[in-house]
């Protein structure tokens, strides 16, 4: 039986919950359909920044009285940022679900946004992006998105903000855009575990209430790739490599069909990536394959790290593999039964599963059961299959980026 349910408030608010009778908690999450991609580049980060700072302090709490609500049931409370949401959630006892709701309520209605709690967390966040430039993978796949969609593409913006930006965002630019797109019919609540739905629509419909706003216009420019791109990064002792290219939305009928063909070429130690540049070859240590999916774009992309006298070869071999696909019926079989287990296994993550609920609503408008998303992996055809490895999936669709300057480096 599925136990899911959505509403939709007066007010435009979306509310979307997921009963599980043998769960001993609930986990609520607030998503806010603005991100990274719906920035100014000169105030690049600003979604991040308005995330981190509505914890600075409300109306009705300072900023210890926010956590300690939370904490001091046992409950656990966060918030994200990313390309195209911001999300704040807590993990609570379903007995503390008014309180949850309460503290959510308050960060998203009545921030306090002072001069000197701005401040403040405007120098965290700097330590952040510092310390985000030291983790040579984070970094190389913020440039892989460069690589990818172009310099200049919203997707391609980085999520922290760079120092320059982070310096740049001022009270005024946080609030307005607080104001500008914080707003009813951008707001999805998800909650998932031992939640009763009328209750929660009930809380949030007297907590939360924003009103509607004219909203921010979301751009799709054209993709610019790079075909080669290699970022000096001094003291490393691996080169980090990513292969990728523009691939589909959420919404695209081959969307099942890549992830079939990405869990073959890697996915796990079976995979082809895996057997030859690990097994046989010696080449690289981990080597995996990536997929995001996105409201109107996706990114699909190959990753390894390798010694700096292995990257050619490790290029080669990859090419070569890129070359030669031709997945039979059992690879193809045996992808979909480990696709779909994989699936199953995250799924018994509450949070996996507000998260999933509430990206089907956002991008779909409606929200699959696991039984329908499973079928349409088994439904994938070898003729959608073939589509992938023989138009997408060859070499020259692939843009090039190492971390690690690389003057010789080809692809």
Sequence with gaps: MDNYRKSVLPSGVTVCSEFIPSAYSVIIGVYITVGSRDEDDKKAG???FTEHSVFKGTKKRNEREISLAIESRGGYLNASTSREWTSLYVHVLPEEVNLACDILADLIENPKFSEDALEAERAVILQEIKMFNDSPESLLFDYTFKSTFGEDHPLARLILGSIESVNNIKRKDVIDFWEKSWTAERIFVSAVGKVNHDGLYDLINKKIIKKKGSGITREFPSVISKKINAIAKPDLNHKYVALSFPSFSYNHELRFALLVAGTILGSGMSSLLFQRLRQDLSYVYEVSTFNEFFSDAGIFGIYFSTDENKLQDALNETRGLLYSLDFTEEEVATAKERLKGNIVISLESSGNRM?????????RGKRSTIADLLKKIEDVSMDEINIITKNHL????????????EDNVSW
């Design 355 to 363: 998260e999933r609920n509430v990206k089907e609503e956002i991008c």
């Design 46 to 48: 600003i979604s991040h």
């Design 394 to 405: 060859k070499p020259d669709n692939f843009v090039l980026t190492v971390l690690g300057e």
